[in-house]
């Protein structure tokens, strides 16, 4: 796994002189980045040390899930875009498989101490714009696995922040840090923003990335509230879902 994240790292497939050389490239990449995602979804949470099992790895601060996910976001950048839809797909995976554990916050922290989730979230959405179909499907599909992790989250959290002492009054709990926003949550304005890119696919690409886009709003649906301020996106989606 450790060659394969220094083999990634270092590959630039626009870089091949010759077309045959770029599509052997391009199909090595896509292998690799499948391998990882198959490593990613097993492997232990807990930061590599190499002091464990004996072996003579070196010393690693960041843990492995973290690299791979890191990686798979930057392989979302490739000018290629057979790349960009195997990373897309290899972020679906792992997310959907709980390679990145939304419980645990420590192990939801990348190298540079963001935000995992938020991060992917950005890097599927962006996938959702890209000018190639087969990245905008894998995006998409990848987009409503992140989402419907997360529909837990927004609801862990509304129960602290909506839920009321004395229904009379309406006056709010005091939560701590950890209860106002767990580290799963994604927030309100990111959340309707992934559904906006996901209306405009639904709308005004192809039918072939319908069932996708259309699963994913119903994902987002699930973690709206029927509040005044996202009641009106409700019976957005609703009669968008019905129209299609």
């Known amino acids: 796994s450790y060659e394969l994240l220094l083999s990634l790292s270092s ?70 875009g057979t790349v960009k839809v195997a990373a897309q797909r290899a972020l679906g ?13 420590k192990a939801c922290i990348g190298s540079t101490g963001h935000n995992l989730i938020h991060m992917i979230l950005q890097t599927t959405c962006n996938g959702c714009k890209d000018t190639k179909l087969a990245v905008r499907l894998q995006a998409v599909w990848a987009l409503g696995n992140l989402i419907l992790a997360s529909i837990p989250y927004r609801h862990h959290h509304h129960k602290y922040t909506i839920m009321n002492d004395n229904v009379t009054t309406m006056k709010k709990q005091q939560p701590n840090e950890e209860q106002q926003q767990p ?36 994902f987002l649906a699930g973690g709206l509230e029927y509040t005044q301020k996202l009641r009106i996106i409700l ?6 879902l019905v129209s299609t």
């Open 93 to 105: 995976e792992g997310v959907i498989n709980c390679a990145l554990p939304f419980e645990n916050k």
């Open 11 to 80: 590959s630039s497939s626009f870089h091949a002189s010759q077309q045959h050389d770029y599509m052997n490239h391009d199909k090595e990449v896509q292998r690799q980045l499948h391998i990882l995602t198959m490593i990613m979804t097993t492997t232990d949470i807990s930061p590599i040390d190499g002091s464990s099992n004996g072996c003579s790895q070196p010393p690693m601060v960041v843990p492995l899930h973290v690299q791979i996910l890191e990686m798979l976001q930057y392989k979302c950048n490739d000018n290629v």
């Open 183 to 218: 580290v799963g949550y994604i927030c309100d304005q990111m959340w309707i923003q992934a559904y906006q890119d996901c209306k405009l696919l639904t709308i005004n690409d192809s039918d072939k990335i319908l069932p996708s886009s259309a699963r994913c709003i119903g």
């Open 235 to 240: 019976h957005e989606i609703i009669e968008l």
